[in-house]
T-cell receptor, first 114, second 110 residues
Framework: DTGVSQDPRHKITKRGQNVTFRCDPISEHNRLYWYRQTLGQGPEFLTYFQNEAQLEKSRLLSDRFSAERPKGSFSTLEIQRTEQGDSAMYLC????????????FGPGTRLTVT | RKEVEQDPGPFNVPEGATVAFNCTYS??????FFWYRQDCRKEPKLLMS???SGNEDGRFTAQLNRASQYISLLIRDSKLSDSATYLCVVISWSASKIIFGSGTRLSIRP
């Protein structure tokens, strides 16, 4: 399977703990995106990378969230000091650089903060 | 007012019917537009890119109306398998804004 993969698929953590998610994009895609989705809403943009450069970070992303893509391949999203409001599906997508920038999503990581 | 708005539905239509959804956006500088479908508890899957000239893929037709700032999706001869939530995405690369609508739920009944 050469699609976008995410790990883990599910994560349950206690409030205050740190969590890290991984995303492996489609191999030839140099753009990688992170989103958060809650029930009944569309995905909410968090950040995106072109190769290893983080080009944009949503103002909605608090200082507790950080993302990296050190070698321009896989990416990690870390949430520090998790809160119950962080419970959501975290989706990763990738695209080629250039029109039409069609994004392909991974299966997501479902985070539950207790 | 939300930057991207969709009628949440649900749209409940019989199999074989034609159904259309709109998605309005407020940023006139928006450059890229897409439709995704999302099944319950699954990731969004790309359905179509939306071009100024409109585009068609089988039973699906997407249109862009820049003057009125909306995109549309038309589904002809609807199938039971078309039941899903349909999400529009509006992107302004110059502003690095990627905004999904909240989705329109479609339910096709036999």
């Amino acid at each position: 399977d050469t699609g976008v993969s995410q790990d883990p698929r599910h994560k349950i953590t206690k409030r205050g703990q740190n969590v890290t998610f991984r995303c492996d994009p489609i191999s030839e895609h140099n753009r990688l995106y992170w989103y958060r989705q809650t029930l009944g809403q569309g995905p909410e943009f968090l950040t995106y990378f072109q190769n290893e450069a983080q080009l944009e970070k949503s103002r909605l992303l608090s200082d507790r969230f950080s993302a990296e893509r050190p070698k321009g391949s896989f990416s990690t999203l870390e949430i520090q000091r998790t809160e119950q409001g962080d419970s959501a599906m975290y989706l990763c997508a990738s695209s080629l650089e250039g029109e039409p920038y069609e994004q392909y999503f991974g299966p997501g990581t479902r985070l539950t903060v207790t | 007012r939300k930057e991207v708005e969709q009628d949440p539905g649900p749209f409940n239509v019989p199999e074989g019917a034609t159904v259309a959804f709109n998605c309005t956006y407020s940023n006139s500088a928006s450059q890229s537009f897409f439709w995704y479908r999302q099944d319950c508890r699954k990731e969004p899957k790309l359905l179509m890119s939306v071009y100024s000239s409109g585009n068609e893929d089988g039973r699906f037709t997407a249109q862009l109306n820049r003057a009125s700032q909306y995109i549309s999706l038309l589904i002809r001869d609807s199938k039971l398998s078309d039941s899903a939530t349909y999400l529009c995405v509006v992107i302004s690369w110059s502003a690095s804004k990627i905004i999904f609508g909240s989705g329109t739920r479609l339910s096709i009944r036999p």
